[in-house]
Every structure is written in structure tokens, then in C-alpha cells.
């Protein structure tokens, strides 16, 4: 079957990137919101990786380490979840064991994600890139950071969540600006075709020079 040359997919990178404004501004100004989607961020990145991490790690230590990390962060990413739904006070704060747990909890994901990967790279010589390098570098930062911050809030998180948001809905809206001007491209070419279809352009054939008769030689009866 031949692939279509149009798709209306840049219509759903627009909504999917007003949707990602929306939920970061949410989170801001919610903070109940924030440990939902906190918790939900984790499970997500913890489910999806299991299968694929296991089968393409080669030692059988790598593949327990990493599975109990994964392990623990569905726990964690579980309590978050229902701590967000059913712990919370009338202004949708969590109650004060929660609020500090919270913290404690993310700051327990971001250290044991950079050990587990500091581990395989440095002692079983596991090959990385150099954007994974940073970014467990950043990890094991924002935990030190959040461990130590005084007043530390949900709404610092629902910041980052929100310049996250920004960025994917930024990056979203300019591939479907890509995608529409495609699809306009190709609207632009099947009206053409339909145009030339309406007026067919007639060719006039220009009369042809009529080469003068060759005189053939008259006989004469005698």
C-alpha cells in the first residue's frame, strides 16, 4: 500500500502543545497536580524501560541492579500518585508527613537512577553518550540540591515541569508547522491538477507548408 503524501498529524502536535502549556501552568498554580504528575512521570519512565533494559543489558548483575531500581521507582511513583489524589487539604496542599516525604522521595529517585548508571559505566564498562553523561549529572545535582534547599515547595517542581512543557510544546509546534506546510504543498499541487483539468490548453496546429507538386513531364501522343 503506497504511503500517503499528506497526514494530519501537525494538527495533533498543536493540540498536544497547547495541551503541554496548559498542564505546566497548572502545575504551578496547583500543587496537588504536581505530585500526581511527578509520580506519573516516574511510573511512565520506569514501565517503559524494563523490557527493552533487560534484554539489552549483558551482565546478569547489571540486570538486577536495574531492576530493583526500576523497582523501587514504581513504589515511589505509586505512593506519589496516591498521595496526590487522596492525601491533600482543602487548598490541595498534602498533609504535613506527606509534603515531607515528597521531597525525600524524589531526591531517593534522582540519586539511585545516577548510582545505578555511574555504577555500570564505571565498573562494568557499559558505553554511554554523552547527552545520557549529563543528563545524570544534572540528576545527581538536583537531588543534592533539593536534599539541602530550605523551604523547599511542589511548586519549585511545577516550575521545571512548566519550563519542560514550554520546550516540548515549542518543539512540537515548530514540527507541525513543518508537517502543515507540507500539507499545503501538496494541497497547493492537487489544485493545480484539478485547474488543468477544467481548462485544457487546445494546441493549435499551425497549417502545414504545402510543398509545391513536382511537374512530371507531359507526353505527347503522335
Not at 74 to 97: C, E, H, R, S, W
Not at 129 to 149: N, S, W
Not at 186 to 200: F, G, L, R
Not at 206 to 211: G, S, T, V
Request: one cysteine or more; proline letters at 4%; glycine letters at 8%.
Amino acid at each position: 500500500m503506497a504511503k500517503p503524501k499528506y497526514g494530519y498529524g501537525w494538527a495533533l502536535k498543536w493540540v498536544l502543545a497547547a495541551i503541554l502549556i496548559a498542564v505546566g501552568i497548572f502545575m504551578v498554580l496547583s500543587e496537588d497536580i504536581v505530585y500526581i504528575i511527578t509520580g506519573m512521570t516516574i511510573v511512565i519512565f520506569s514501565v517503559f524501560r524494563v523490557y527493552p533494559l533487560l534484554k539489552s543489558l549483558n551482565r546478569e548483575f547489571l540486570r538486577t541492579i536495574n531492576l530493583i531500581e526500576i523497582l523501587i521507582s514504581l513504589v515511589l511513583g505509586g505512593i506519589m500518585i496516591y498521595a496526590g489524589f487522596t492525601q491533600k487539604d482543602a487548598n490541595g496542599a498534602l498533609n504535613p508527613p506527606w509534603d515531607g516525604l515528597y521531597r525525600w522521595f524524589l531526591v531517593f529517585f534522582l540519586y539511585v537512577r545516577g548510582l545505578v548508571f555511574f555504577i555500570s559505566t564505571t565498573f562494568f564498562n557499559e558505553k554511554t553518550e554523552v547527552p545520557k553523561f549529563i543528563f545524570h549529572i544534572v540528576a545527581l545535582t538536583l537531588g543534592a540540591v533539593f536534599a539541602v534547599l530550605e523551604g523547599f515547595e511542589a511548586k519549585t517542581i511545577g516550575w521545571i515541569f512548566l519550563f519542560i512543557a514550554i520546550g516540548g510544546a515549542v518543539y512540537l509546534g515548530f514540527d507541525g508547522y513543518g508537517g502543515y506546510c507540507k500539507y499545503r504543498d501538496y494541497q497547493k499541487t492537487i489544485n493545480q491538477s484539478k485547474e488543468k483539468a477544467k481548462d485544457p490548453k487546445v494546441e493549435k496546429e499551425l497549417p502545414k507548408h504545402i510543398e509545391d507538386e513536382v511537374k512530371q513531364p507531359e507526353t505527347y501522343i503522335s
